[in-house]
């Protein structure tokens, strides 16, 4: 009796094993969920990769993705280096736009065209949020750098198309 009490007990633990193993086994549905899901992101400033910034602004700034695709849906981050007295006309995005200000000093202002009476100082540590389709404009004073986050797709539409520095490289 001893005998079959142990082969059934053994039959049992290997049924559970493979019924284990089969659960462990991700379903197409669940390596396609994982595919989509966020990544762990552990990046030092060491590690960011500076590029020109897109030619949707003036030349001379810079920027390194952090998070996302600007260009996809889903949200990013990303930060941005403005070299001194730098300055973006007054435009829109389609999305809020969320700042935090790391280093330097970078002027926020609201209305249809840049207006330095307007702005105000935003120092290491200040932030500023500007909902979809708001109109606002910005400059710096000396080398600043502030990280941006939004959802994509992120697009900037300049209030006077005079101001958009794409058409200035389509002479």
């Known amino acids: 009796m001893r ?3 142990v082969v059934a007990l053994a039959l049992a633990f290997a049924l559970l094993s493979e019924i284990a193993a089969a659960q462990e086994k991700p379903t197409p549905r ?13 990046m030092a400033e060491s590690d960011l ?11 001379g700034a810079k920027s ?4 996302g695709d600007p260009g996809k849906p889903g949200m990013f981050a990303l930060r941005v280096k403005l070299p001194s007295g730098y300055k973006i006309a007054a435009h829109w995005h389609p999305t809020a736009e969320y700042l935090t200000v790391l ?11 840049l207006d330095e ?3 105000t100082e935003l120092k290491a540590g200040g932030y500023a949020s500007m909902p ?3 109109h606002h404009f910005a400059w710096s004073k000396g080398e600043t750098v502030f990280e941006l986050n ?11 198309a005079a101001d958009d520095p794409r058409k200035a490289t389509k002479k």
Do not use: C, Q
């Not at 669940?30 to 552990?42: D, E, F, I, L």
């Not at 990769?49 to 030349?59: G, M, V």
């Not at 390194?64 to 998070?67: D, I, N, S, V």
């Not at 939004?150 to 006077?160: C, D, E, L, Q």
């Open 3 to 5: 005998k079959g009490v």
């Open 30 to 42: 669940a390596k396609k969920a994982a595919a989509g899901a966020p990544k762990h992101v552990v």
């Open 49 to 59: 990769k500076w590029e020109d910034a897109p030619p949707s602004l003036p030349p």
């Open 64 to 67: 390194a993705l952090l998070h």
């Open 103 to 113: 280093s330097g000093s970078l002027y926020v202002g609201t209305g249809d065209k």
């Open 117 to 119: 009476s307007k702005g």
């Open 132 to 134: 979809a389709r708001m």
């Open 150 to 160: 939004s959802t994509g797709p992120f697009k900037i539409t300049y209030v006077n």
